[in-house]
């Protein structure tokens, strides 16, 4: 009976990346690179990646944008300008095909004021769902400053959750380019995954959990290395992390399940641990589909685990629906 419904629903990946070709002509004329390479076709072909949904039961897909942001690179105006094509973009793609595309906005995050700006020219608008964020810009965690926090505060009011994605590019490298920087292999394979847990661990212990209870946060790439390390994390304040325990509402096991996290996990066996530890209602389809560290069958991970049906049917789509209210 699952898979039967599944037939019918297919799944939702809330990691699937795009280039709407507005965004790379501008970007080109710009001087910016948005990608390492030539972007994949299926990130502004959206017919031929309907298809290519079709062909592996996939539903719906999130759009956003992979690493290569501009964010670090373009000029103030130039940022304003390449976010508002993106984001007509998105709302033009969910206009032409509803049910396959919904989107999380695009902003400018060199200027808060600009960003909270294109926030609210978004709100509202058909088929947007979430907000975009890279994690940090050239090491800075900008959200965590003041000026950020009304941006934050309008997601939760909205009801949108963050989609968070680490930056390419050797400013923005986890370290400094004299540990990480260099190859893709290393910044990526370990420096995306050290800058989600940084993130992850910067909302519990900047209280932003407990300010903002209705908050919903996605961590990718299977909550980088957050959930095999949050033991440490909650064995640190116990022992002697005093002014961080003394902010803190609830206990470290309560705060893994605010977040969300994608399936991105690779292994089947991590994809298990992720599932005894945060539960199988916290998990959604992500396969960082157009990009270097993606997957080409999106649902075969979950469902080699052999999972029971209702669990099967909350990663798969449920989770997702629940979240960007599909």
Known sequence: MAQDNMKRTGSIDAHAHWSPMPYIEYATQQGGKITSGAPHPLSYDLAARVEWMDSRNVKTHVLSLSG??????????????????????????????????????????????????????????????AMHLPNSVEGIDYLFTPQYEPLVARCEELGYPL????????????????????????????????ETATTAVKFIYSGYLDKYPKLDI????????FPYIAGRV??????????????????????????HYDSLAYYPETLRFMIDLI????????????????????????????????????????????????
């Open 68 to 129: 290569g942001m501009p964010w670090q690179w373009a000029s103030p105006d130039a940022a304003d300008k390449l976010a508002r094509l993106v984001n007509d973009a998105a709302v033009q793609a969910h206009q032409a095909y509803p049910d396959r595309f919904v989107a999380a906005v695009a902003i400018p995050m060199r200027d808060p004021k600009a960003a909270l700006r294109e926030m609210d020219r978004m709100a509202g608008k058909p088929g947007i769902r």
């Open 163 to 194: 989609l968070f994605h680490p930056l390419d590019g050797e400013p923005n490298h986890y370290g400094g380019p004299e540990r990480l920087g260099g190859h893709n292999f290393i910044y990526n394979t370990l420096g995306f995954p050290f």
């Open 218 to 225: 996605v961590l990718p790439h299977a909550g980088g290395c």
């Open 234 to 259: 909650e064995h640190s304040i116990k022992k002697g992390a005093v002014e961080v325990a003394s902010k803190l509402k609830g206990s470290i096991r309560d705060y893994i399940r605010r977040f």
């Open 279 to 326: 539960g199988a209602d916290r998990i959604v389809i992500g396969t960082d589909n157009y990009a270097r560290m993606d997957v080409e069958h999106p649902n075969a991970l979950v469902e080699s685990l052999n999972l029971p049906a209702a669990d099967l049917q909350k990663i798969l789509f449920g989770n997702a629906a629940r979240l960007m209210k599909l």
